[in-house]
């Protein structure tokens, strides 16, 4: 009886595992939510090593809670070392913790390490807080905003979240930051806002500058394609 021939063209079939079942890398496993808040809690152990800033803290954690597989988690926690290596140099301590503007302005963009609260002053004058590149050990942070005919801005990582106390009397109070997913263990700032006849803020990159950031994304776009 002759043998059947093998179909010309075809490539021979893959050998098949035990089972039957088709082998899947390790990376594409798909995550599961203790392994997100496993990489949450990296992430925050390398804030307070001083290898994050605030706003790369948040970044980071925000898109580990929408992280689909294995290999999503690692590529966001690739740049740290392992647990237990030695702890880089955190940055120095944000000596300067009170902000005033009396009749002026007041600019002040936090790069050192903040482990107490913050406080801006404005009377008939404008502060700008801008909190993205300080570094936060515990990934929150408090600020006690005043401001008397004045405004006071405090710009904020995309994703924390942010808790507001305090009173206006002839004056305003506003969030203006994106919410982040529901469940998410997001950094936290806290403002305690006091606002008589002023304007007290809090906004986050998105709108802070909403046409720099458009043109941004636009550009990366473009390069993607």
């Known amino acids: 009886m002759s043998q059947p021939t093998p179909q010309q063209g075809r490539p021979p079939s893959p ?31 390398a804030s307070v090593e001083g290898r994050l800033t605030f706003e790369e803290l948040t970044e980071r954690s925000e898109a580990a809670y929408v992280a689909v597989t294995r290999g999503d988690l690692e590529r966001i926690i690739a740049d740290l070392p392992a647990l237990g290596a030695p702890g880089a140099q955190p940055a120095p301590a944000q000596v300067r913790r009170r902000f005033s503007a009396i009749m002026g302005d007041c600019k002040e963009r936090i790069s050192g390490r903040v482990d107490q609260e913050l406080e801006a002053l404005s009377v008939m004058g404008d502060v700008v807080l801008d909190l993205r590149d300080a570094q936060v050990p515990t990934g929150e942070v408090t600020v ?3 401001a008397v005919m004045g405004d006071v801005k405090i710009i904020v990582p995309d994703g924390v979240a942010v808790e507001l106390t305090g009173y206006a009397v002839l004056g305003d109070r506003r969030v203006l930051v994106r919410e982040g997913a529901a469940g998410a263990r997001a950094p936290v700032v806290r403002v305690r806002a006091h606002a008589v006849m002023g304007d007290i803020k809090i906004v986050d990159d998105e709108h802070h500058a909403p046409v720099r950031r458009a043109i941004v994304s636009w550009w990366d776009e473009r390069k993607d394609r």
């Open 144 to 146: 006690v905003a005043t």
């Open 15 to 45: 050998a098949q595992p035990p089972g039957g079942r088709s082998h899947t890398p390790a990376e594409s496993v798909r995550a599961s939510d203790a392994e997100r808040e496993a990489v949450v809690e990296r992430l925050r152990i």
